[in-house]
């Protein structure tokens, strides 16, 4: 249920340092369900202002104590100006995150952008690094978000680099850092002054940037956005974001949405009747305004400024800004509003802060991926000397994205979500986005949703469900049960009995591993690959055209059936039981005394017994059979068979159809029942003592069948109950003078 956010515990203290001023907050909620808030210190590193943080754990617990973010410390190393709120830390997709800010004279002009990478407790990865390449006058007042690529955009102006005067520019980096092509000019419109951008990650892998432009709207400060896609080109032109005009709009927060879109906030001079108001506009994935700009302050009483905007997990947001007068009436204090997925109020608007002297301002908010919020602000004298930095706890009644030791239920988002389980049987729920989910010990249950995801089982008796996105699943060890569904997935059992499976009506065409163990494998209605591994395994191909591959595993005996579609099945090294399906297949038996069956139907397979005493049954098509090396039993079907038996003494039986039959190497036996149609055996050898097994044509001495045979162009036919046999290049005096050849075996 929806409600207003509920106050866990009272407002606490983010800063351990005191002396003088810590101001100017920003929070970003980590991957592993911590966070870590940043701000800047007056005199704390050795020289004037300096830029630090803390990480917390996903309970709320400091991990390690406050740290130095900036390693160039002289002169000003600032979070932010001009009363602004600014995003200057982002989380990265590796768990760790990335802060950034002004510095002043360390590019060799005014101020520059900086920025340094973190782990996620905090640890410094690489070193500091300049964002701008253009260094000339003042660049300033940084944001940055993490892109889904793995890595992140920072955002800044610019004095006079645009050909006026303020300008927003920005520059791209990779996973590792590393700049990826040069700095890019963002605002279009270049008269007057464009600054303090905020800058927001799409879903669909791009980025949007808001900013304060002067006169662009007809009046003084306004509102404008542009979209960007992931290469960091632009998605069509600028837009304006506020539709009220007159006075001034300014402080621009910007947050991505769980359907694709966005949601701005700002400032606006008048427009609530009052002072200064807070103000917002939603737009969809396509950049198009979705209803109206709205007024988020229900208290308009003096001045409410300075919004943060996050976005919440069930598509959602929340704002925080300044309000002058409210919260016993004393001076400024924090306060906030929750907003559903269609952008109605949800309950009423919020108080914050629980100290109320003095002045709390210039908050800034997070969704922790436990379902709760924080908001974090700076604050006058709470701390004991001058400006601190506080911050709260809200509880939003929202799933929990963070795992305990117990049975959890995490729940993704539409983002690309990566969600673990500890050592509880867990549900872990990936919804939209491109998932990376994880079970861990125990008997876990993971369901993909939309998306291209990753689903690991890892220890215990799992249940992995890709459902629809091209997906890959691994249950690890344990007897799983796997399936992909829609989508062309990559499925594989691993350790274990376990049952793996495309998925019913599954159209993609999918990856499909077995692993250790005596696993069942199925294929759905695409061109499956089928891999048994180690085991015996049990393999279904479904519909399609699907490869069931057991071969180079173990001696282990397996099954495997084909379905409609033209198969391929290859056993392994056991003695194994192979069958095709509707379609004409290719059934290979591989070493190991074998059973093939073939299709269903009048379709021609073929069918190759190779290494063992192999047992082959053709089908109602004209196949092709090759009983390989081993003492082979080979029994032809109603069509026109032609089989060979290779090397070992093999026994053929003719039935329906017209079929040729090549014994091969070594003493074979041909067989064959009455109304078989004509039959032809092309390499009878007295010398390799074959036998003629006549006995179903009612022929039950050698002398019989003798009587039976007449030479027809320089073979001979034997003729008996609506059977014919041709022995080629062998005549009836080849057999009289012979004896052995007649096998009175009753089969």
């Known amino acids: 249920m929806t409600t207003t956010p509920t106050p866990i515990g009272s407002d606490f203290q983010v800063n351990s340092h005191t002396p003088n001023d810590q101001q100017t907050a920003s929070v970003a909620s980590l991957q592993n369900g911590g966070y870590v808030v940043v701000w800047e210190s007056y005199q704390q590193d050795g020289s004037q202002w300096g830029v630090f943080g803390q990480v917390f754990s996903p309970s709320g617990d400091e991990i390690g104590g406050e740290f130095r973010i900036n390693a160039f410390t002289a002169g000003n190393q600032e979070i932010n100006t001009d009363n602004t709120v600014g995003d200057n830390v982002t989380a990265l997709e590796d768990g760790g995150f990335v802060v950034v800010w002004t510095s002043w004279g360390q590019d060799g002009s005014g101020q520059g952008v900086f920025g340094q990478r973190f782990d996620s407790s905090g640890v410094k990865v690489g070193e500091e690094f300049q964002v701008n390449s253009v260094t000339a006058d003042d660049q300033r007042e940084a944001s940055v978000t993490g892109l889904a690529d793995g890595g992140f955009v920072v955002t800044w102006g610019s004095w006079l680099q645009d050909g006026s005067q303020w300008g927003i520019f920005g520059q791209r980096f990779d996973h590792d850092g590393a700049a990826v092509g040069s700095e890019f000019q963002i605002n279009a419109v270049t008269a007057n002054d464009q600054e303090s951008s905020s800058v927001a ?30 290469s960091g080109a632009p998605v069509g032109n600028e837009f304006p974001v506020n539709s009220f005009t007159p006075g001034d709009q300014w402080q621009p927060s910007v947050a991505s949405l769980e359907d694709g879109g966005f949601v701005v906030t700002w ?64 001076d400024y204090g924090i306060h906030g509003q929750r907003f559903d997925a269609t952008g109605s109020p949800v309950g009423s608007e919020f108080d914050v802060n629980s100290f109320g002297p003095g002045d709390q301002w210039a908050p800034s908010v997070a969704a922790l991926r436990n379902g709760n919020i924080l908001v974090a602000w700076e604050s006058w004298q709470q701390d004991g000397a001058q400006q601190g930095v506080f911050a709260r706890h809200f509880d939003l009644d929202l799933p929990s994205l963070v795992p305990t030791n117990g049975d959890d239920l995490i729940t993704g988002t539409s983002g690309n979500d990566t969600l673990a389980g500890l050592a509880g049987g867990d549900t872990i729920l990936g919804d939209a986005g491109n998932d990376l989910l994880k079970g861990e010990e125990n008997n876990d249950s993971i369901e993909g949703g939309d998306g291209n995801d990753t689903l690991e089982g890892n220890e215990g008796v799992d249940t992995l469900l890709g459902e629809a996105g091209d997906d890959s699943l691994n249950g690890g060890d344990g007897d799983d049960f796997l399936r992909g569904d829609a989508g062309d997935d990559t499925v594989e059992g691993g350790d274990g009995n376990d049952k793996v499976f495309a998925g019913r009506g599954d159209m993609g065409d999918d990856i499909i591993l077995g692993g250790a163990g005596d696993d069942t494998l199925g294929g759905a209605q695409g061109n499956d690959q089928i891999f048994g591994g180690t085991g015996s395994d049990e393999s279904f191909g479904g519909s399609g055209n699907d490869l069931i591959d057991e071969s180079g595993t173990d001696a282990s005996s397996n099954t495997a059936w084909a379905g409609a579609g033209q198969d391929t099945v290859i056993g392994g090294d056991g003695d194994d039981v192979l069958g095709g399906g509707a379609g004409a297949d290719l059934v290979s038996g591989g070493a190991g005394n074998d059973v093939i069956y073939p299709g269903a139907g009048p379709d021609n397979d073929t069918l190759n017994g190779e290494a063992g005493n192999d047992t082959i049954f053709a089908g109602g098509g004209d196949d092709l059979i090759d009983g390989g090396t081993g003492d082979d039993l080979i029994f032809n079907g109603a069509g026109t068979d032609t089989v060979s038996g290779g090397s070992g003494s093999d026994t053929i ?5 017209d079929d040729q039959f090549t014994g091969g190497d070594d003493a074979d036996t041909f067989a064959f029942v009455q109304n078989n149609g004509t039959d032809t055996i092309t390499d009878f050898s007295f010398a390799q003592l074959d036998l003629l097994n006549v006995l179903g044509l009612g022929l039950s001495s050698e002398s019989e069948a003798l009587a039976a045979m007449t030479d027809v162009d320089g073979n001979v036919h034997l003729t008996a109950q609506g059977t014919t046999v041709i022995i080629e290049v062998q005549t009836v005096s080849d057999f009289s003078s012979n004896s052995g050849w007649f096998d009175d075996t009753v089969f």
Do not use: C, H, M
Request: hydrophobic residues 35%.
């Open 267 to 330: 400032t606006s001079w008048s427009q609530d009747g009052g002072g200064w108001g807070v103000f917002g506009q939603r737009f969809n994935a396509s950049g198009e305004t979705v209803g109206y700009e709205f007024q988020i302050n229900s208290y308009t009483s003096y001045s409410q400024w300075q919004s943060s905007v996050a976005p919440l997990s069930d598509g959602g947001f929340v704002v925080t800004w300044s309000s002058f007068v409210l919260l016993g009436g004393f």
């Open 201 to 230: 990650a799409l879903k669909d892998g791009g980025f949007v940037v808001t900013w304060e432009s002067w006169l662009q709207d007809g009046a003084q400060w306004g509102i404008v956005g542009r979209r960007f896609d992931g």
């Open 653 to 657: 039986w003719g039935a329906g159809g």
